[in-house]
């Protein structure tokens, strides 16, 4: 019984190694055009995209809360000189509102901050698992293609074969019918041939 060939570990080579976002590069959407994808190819380019939707939705909310804070907190600044009427009852409201907001923020923003922290090693992740399956399908079509190219590089071989013993055939006739032509031509001379010739047009 045969020795079973051991499958190859892509994982091992691919890991840790420096690979571009497959789904964000040219030359990966050139070798994996959309009907080339199967279905664990586009189940993991979708995954690589919602993480990367995620990360920059997660980086524009950072922004967006951290001026939303800054705003906050120069009003605060604004608002701190505090009287004893209803004014200065009405800011200190304000004043207790915009903490708690500020703290709730800053909740928001670091927890924020820690998911966007964690993103790219999930994102790298995945992108390893699409770079092994893409692997994967290459080698099984760079094998599929090999096997067509001896196919036909063997047809082609028999059929230039079979072409020069055409173009041997074609000459042997032409010559024969050359000499059948010539002979006749001289034995019976131009005026009879001529007469034949219109015959058998």
């Known amino acids: 019984m045969g020795k079973q060939k051991k499958k190859f570990d892509y994982n091992a080579v691919v890991k840790n190694k ?5 789904t964000l590069d040219s030359r990966w959407h050139e070798v994996f055009p959309n009907e080339a994808k199967n279905a664990k190819i586009r189940e993991l380019e979708q995954r690589v995209n919602t993480l990367l939707k995620k990360q920059g939705k997660l980086v524009n909310d950072i922004k967006d809360m951290k001026k939303l804070k800054s705003s906050l907190l120069k009003d605060i600044v604004v608002n701190m000189d505090i009287g004893k009427d209803l004014l200065g ?4 409201k304000k004043l207790d509102k915009n ?4 703290k709730e923020l800053n909740d928001k923003i670091e927890k924020a901050m820690d998911e966007l922290s964690e993103i790219p090693y999930q994102i790298k992740e995945v992108n390893e698992e699409l770079m092994v399956e893409s692997m994967a399908v290459c080698y099984e079509r760079l094998n599929h293609n090999k096997t067509e190219l001896t196919k036909v590089a063997e047809w082609i071989t028999k059929i230039r074969e079979e072409l ?3 173009i041997l055939l074609k000459q042997d ?3 024969k019918n050359n000499l059948i032509y010539t002979n006749m031509h001289n034995l019976l001379g131009a005026e009879v041939m001529e007469i034949f010739d219109q015959e058998h047009k």
């Open 164 to 166: 020069k013993e055409k």
């Open 173 to 175: 006739l032409e010559e």
């Open 18 to 22: 420096k690979i571009p976002i497959l």
């Open 99 to 102: 903490k708690q907001f500020i």
């Open 89 to 92: 009852k009405a800011k200190e």
